[in-house]
C-alpha cells in the first residue's frame, strides 16, 4: 500500500503536517509488535520499498477483527437455517473478540473506527446469542445477553424488543411498561413512524435498481412520514391478539425524544418507491402473525 494512502486510511481529511514521520514511528511500533510476537520472525515482516507498505504475514495468521465478520455471517446465516448448533460456536468466536476490544490505549481516527466497527459486531453477537438462547430454552442466559446489548447500544429498540421476549419466557414480565406518560404528544406517550418490513424491503431494493441504472448515491430517509404513539401500538396489539394483557405507566426513560416521524419525500421521488402497508393494525398484525 502506499505511504500516501496508508496516511489517507489513519488520518482521513485531517493527515498532519509531521505525517511521515509520524507513520514512520507507527511502523517501527508495529515491527517491534510482531517481531515480539511472531516466533520466526522470518516469516512475519513489513517491508519499504518506492514509497509502498508490504506487511507478510504467516500463511496460519489470524486477524481477529475479520475472523470476528466471519464468524459473525456464519452464525447468522445457520440460524437463519434453524440450526442452533452450528450457529452457537462461531457466535462464541466474535463474542470473544469484541469483547478484547480494538489496540487499548492507541488513539486515532483510524482506531475509533474499527473500534465502532467492533463494536456494531459485538452487539450483534449477543443478539445471535440471545436468540440462540431463547431457541434452546435458556431464558436466563437470554436475559443477560440481551441486557449487554442494550447497555452497548441503549437507544436500539432490537435490544429491549428481545429482552421483553426473554423476560416474557421467564415469566418475569407480567405487564407491558409504558415509559413516560407526560411527552407534549397526543396522548403523552412517544410517537415513532413504525413501518413494515416488507416495506422497508421494498425500499432497499429500489435502491439497488436505482443504483445499477446509474443513479448517484444519496441518503434518504425511508419512513411513512407520520407516526403512531406507544398507546395506539398496545392498541393495536390487543385487536390483533384478541385479548388484553396488563399495561403500567411508567417513568420517562433518559433520552428518548417525544416524537420521531421520518421526512421522507424525496425517497419517492428519488426511487419512485410506494409504501404498501402504511396501516398501523397491518403492520401489528403481520408481526404478531410472525412471532406465533
Not at 421467564?170 to 415513532?192: I, N
Amino acid at each position: 500500500m502506499a505511504r500516501e494512502e496508508l496516511a489517507e486510511m489513519l488520518w482521513p481529511g485531517e493527515t498532519p503536517a509531521a505525517w511521515d514521520s509520524s507513520l514512520k514511528a507507527l511502523v517501527s511500533k508495529l515491527r517491534h509488535f510482531l517481531e515480539k510476537m511472531t516466533p520466526d520472525w522470518s516469516h512475519s515482516r513489513i517491508t519499504s520499498q518506492y514509497g509502498c507498505y508490504q506487511v507478510r504475514l504467516p500463511d496460519d495468521a489470524w486477524v481477529d477483527l475479520e475472523a470476528a465478520r466471519n464468524s459473525l455471517d456464519e452464525a447468522e446465516g445457520a440460524l437463519r437455517a434453524g440450526d442452533l448448533r452450528s450457529a452457537w460456536g462461531p457466535t462464541n468466536v466474535c463474542l470473544v473478540v469484541a469483547k478484547r476490544g480494538f489496540l487499548p490505549g492507541e488513539q486515532g481516527t483510524w482506531v475509533e473506527q474499527k473500534r465502532r466497527e467492533l463494536q456494531d459486531l459485538h452487539v450483534r453477537a449477543l443478539d445471535c446469542y440471545t436468540e440462540i438462547s431463547l431457541k434452546a430454552g435458556q431464558t436466563e442466559l437470554a436475559v443477560q445477553m440481551a441486557s449487554e446489548a442494550i447497555s452497548l447500544e441503549p437507544f436500539r429498540e432490537v435490544g429491549y424488543r428481545q429482552l421483553m421476549r426473554a423476560q416474557a419466557a421467564l415469566g418475569k414480565r407480567p405487564y407491558m411498561e409504558v415509559f413516560g406518560t407526560d411527552y407534549p404528544t397526543s396522548d403523552g406517550t412517544c410517537v415513532r413512524d413504525y413501518i413494515h418490513v416488507t416495506d422497508l424491503i421494498g425500499a432497499h431494493l429500489a435502491a439497488l435498481e436505482y443504483l445499477r441504472k446509474g443513479g448517484d448515491s444519496a441518503v434518504l430517509n425511508c419512513g411513512y412520514g407520520r407516526g403512531f404513539s406507544v398507546l395506539e401500538v398496545i392498541a393495536s396489539v390487543k385487536r390483533a391478539a384478541k385479548g388484553d394483557f396488563a399495561v403500567r405507566m411508567g417513568p420517562r426513560r433518559s433520552g428518548d425524544p417525544a416524537t420521531l416521524v421520518a421526512k421522507a419525500d424525496r425517497i419517492r421521488e428519488v426511487l419512485g418507491w410506494q409504501p404498501r402497508y402504511d396501516d398501523l393494525d397491518t403492520i401489528v398484525g403481520h408481526a404478531l402473525a410472525w412471532e406465533r
